[in-house]
């Protein structure tokens, strides 16, 4: 399962580097004076390297799309019936969940007009969670026999990145949104 994991992962950033760097050199060579959010609209519907490139785009969705619906569908789960143990496996949840999440994908992906708003959310939320929450969450895990104050100030340090990312994702989509307009 990891190898096949692997090779997905591999093909899905080779697939998104050769997109990437090709749409941009031919916007950059073809006379594109600004490249807009969605890099493959500066090329007429009918080009068909254009065609290509939406081609291979689509395949790289279709590959990652399991690699993350997974993930959040545990996480999902464990957040709203707890731990693995205390809740039987199988049944109909998972496939609702799986439904459900499904679902909101495609409802969030259809309101979307511009990826660079995409784009744009993703980073600020990513790197909000590299650069704190992810960090003091590992502190926490490996730091469980130290002494209540020390505990308790990484706590209030935890809370206080979690409330940081839940302040900057409505900052982000206002800033982009002020930005389209």
């Known amino acids: 399962m990891s190898v096949a994991i692997a090779a997905a992962m591999g093909l899905c950033v080779a697939l998104y580097g050769v997109v990437g760097i090709s749409g941009l050199l031919l916007a950059v ?69 799986t439904i459900v999440i499904i679902g909101l994908t495609l409802v969030f ?7 660079s708003r995409v784009f744009g959310f993703t980073g600020a939320t990513s790197g909000t969670l590299i650069c704190y929450v992810l960090p003091l969450a590992v502190f926490l895990k490996l730091r469980k026999d130290q002494p209540a104050d020390v505990q308790a100030a990484t706590q209030v340090s935890a809370y ?22």
């Open 29 to 97: 060579h073809g006379g594109a004076v600004k490249v807009p959010g969605n890099i493959l609209d500066v090329f007429a519907p009918d080009d068909s390297l254009a065609l290509a490139m939406r081609g291979i785009i689509s395949i790289a969705v279709t590959l990652v799309y399991p690699m993350l619906c997974l993930p959040c569908r545990s996480t999902l789960d464990h957040l709203l019936f707890g731990s693995a143990e205390k809740r039987p496996q199988g049944g109909c949840r998972p496939k609702l969940e």
């Open 160 to 181: 206080l990145s979690v409330a940081a990312l839940a302040c900057l994702i409505p900052l982000v989509a206002l800033t982009t949104e002020a930005q389209m307009f």
């Open 109 to 115: 992906s259809t309101l979307a007009t511009d990826l």
